[in-house]
């Protein structure tokens, strides 16, 4: 076989078979094909698409070029729950202890955030003394125990996905819905998961801004995972302005507690309400996604999805105190109102721009190595849709400098105030099956 004839029949918009695939996947990894005839074939693949079966066919090649978790020691069916990437996406920090106070097991792999998207890792580790470095014996025993646990990302999952994902970065060959979908669902399907629920965003802050686009995205997501036998479900959720109120990582966990109290913000509690009772679902602890919702409230209402909480911090090392007494958290030392220079209704909140001056404030990495401060952010206090008056404050900045005045003028930039009539975006577009 030749990586030539490969590139030359997807030029030709004809179908690879699995072997083909599997021979560029193979010799890619092995580094036995070079990065300018990869190149090739992912520009083609980028025109020409692929069809279910070689999507299917490329995600498993990918999952087998590398190491795969084995979670059949974890009792129940593991429920994976992903999503495209938010700002201010607290969903991980409310749905783990969530779902796993009905019993679910939640078996998480997370990584760390990059970018103007806040990781899972991040945001627990600002609970005092809280660890993911646990053995992969530990991670099983914990899940067993108290149904939940997460652990950082380790071994060497699909090479493949890290080499073609960094060629694709440099030869503007990333908005490819067949190879996002591969990309996304190899890792997820490595890391272990008998069932998995994808977020899917959608609008001006995500990956993909047009809902039809989020919605052939999803489908094929859906249907590769149905293909290798992991039952999938996508929801379509909005991302035109950030989830919550909380951007940035302990201010992220203080509003995961309060969520869990049942006392949240509306459109967080309502995607982690749609999205939960999912996992219930293909998880077998409910009949539908009525009755999974119905079990979810009432453990918001007990108390139960809160003690969760407690146990899963303690277990790996956190100080659960922090729960009853959030002040423990790491705080910043000053706290700055933005006020709004005219009356008139919330019209954008670029969530894009509001993630990057989060970062900016230190919140996130711009790069690999960057450090980060757990303590600043932001915490809105207006959303699309809400009447706000002159002077008003829209937005707190949780800061450890004093210096402000660029972070401000981003910020003005980032909201926009109408004296029109402003229609509030739907939080939850659709639900993808199939
Ligand atoms: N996220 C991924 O993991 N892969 C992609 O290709 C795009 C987004
Ligand atoms: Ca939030």
Redesign the pocket.
């Known amino acids: 076989m030749r990586m030539y004839d490969i590139i030359e029949k997807k030029r030709d918009g004809k179908e690879l078979t699995n072997e083909e695939i599997q021979f560029f996947i193979n010799g890619y990894t092995a580094e036995e094909i070079p990065d300018y005839q990869v190149s090739a074939l992912l520009m083609a693949i980028f025109f020409q698409g692929m069809t279910a079966k070689e999507r299917a066919d490329l995600t498993k090649a990918m999952v087998e070029s590398g190491d795969q978790i084995d979670l059949s020691a974890i009792d129940g069916v593991k429920v994976d729950k992903h999503s ?2 938010g700002v201010g996406d607290t969903t991980t920090l409310v749905l783990a202890p969530l779902v796993a106070s009905l019993g679910v097991p939640v078996a998480k792999m997370s990584g760390k955030g990059l970018g103007h998207t806040g990781g899972t890792i991040d945001k627990l580790e600002s609970v005092p003394g809280f660890h993911v470095e646990i053995t992969n014996d530990a991670f099983v025993r914990l899940v067993n125990e108290n149904k939940v646990a997460v652990i950082g990302q380790s071994g060497n999952l699909t090479p493949a ?1 890290k080499k073609l ?1 960094s060629l ?1 970065d440099v030869t503007a060959t ?1 908005n490819s819905i067949p ?2 979908a591969s ?2 669902m190899s ?1 997820k399907i490595a890391a272990g998961a008998d069932a998995i629920v994808l977020d899917v965003k959608t609008g001006e802050g995500a ?1 993909m801004k047009v809902l039809e686009d989020s919605k052939e995205l999803a489908k094929a997501m859906v249907s590769i995972g149905n293909q290798v036998g992991r039952k999938t479900v996508a929801i379509i959720s909005d991302m035109n302005q950030p989830l919550g109120f909380a951007i940035g990582n302990a201010l992220e966990v203080k509003e995961a507690i309060e969520t869990l109290r049942g006392k949240g913000p509306r459109d967080l509690t309502e995607l982690c309400l749609t999205l939960g009772s999912q996992m219930v679902v293909l998880a077998g602890m409910a009949t539908d996604v009525d009755d999974a919702r119905a079990k979810l409230m009432e453990n918001l209402e007990n108390g139960k999805a809160l003690e969760q909480f407690k146990v899963f911090l303690k277990a790996q090392g956190g100080d659960s105190s922090v729960v009853d007494d959030p002040t423990l958290l790491p705080e910043a030392a000053y706290k700055v109102e933005l006020p709004a220079k005219s009356t008139g209704t919330v019209e954008a909140m670029f969530a894009n721009e509001l993630g990057t001056a989060a970062m900016q404030l230190g919140a996130g990495r711009a790069t690999k190595d960057s450090m980060i401060d757990l303590a600043v952010g932001l915490v809105l206090h207006k959303k699309i849709g809400d009447k706000v008056s002159e002077g008003e404050s829209l937005l707190t900045i949780h800061a450890n400098n004093e210096d402000l005045e660029q972070i401000k003028a981003k910020l003005y930039d980032s909201i926009t105030i109408s004296t029109k009539s402003v229609t509030v975006p739907t939080l939850i577009y659709d639900t993808i099956t199939e």
Do not use: A, H, N, Q
Request: cysteine-free; glycine content about 8%.
């Open positions: 495209t990437g996905d994902y694709r990333v190879l996002i990309s996304i890792k990956f």
